[in-house]
């Protein structure tokens, strides 16, 4: 027996998702963090929307919203099961 603790390996989806530079660094901080980080994180991500819609015109503030909408089914599935 040994006097530390090995960190546990996390799985390879979430390792592949940390490595995202942009998206990883907020996924990682919105698991890790405290309770404030959500706040922070979803900030930032609509703060992306907001500049995809400047730089890109009405696709950059359509196409996320419409990306959205399988997860949106899915979160309404739930809800309505309990």
Do not use: H, K
Not at 43 to 69: D, E, N, T
């Amino acid at each position: 027996m040994s006097a530390i603790e090995m960190p546990r390996r996390l799985p390879i989806w979430q390792r592949l998702l940390f490595a995202i530079p942009v998206f990883g660094w907020l996924a990682r901080d919105a698991a890790n963090g405290t309770a404030e980080d959500w706040y922070y994180t979803a900030g930032a991500i609509f703060s992306m929307w907001g500049c995809s819609a400047l730089l890109f015109g009405l696709p950059g503030l359509y196409i996320p919203a419409v990306m959205m909408v399988p997860m949106m089914f899915i979160l309404l599935i739930l809800i309505s099961r309990g």
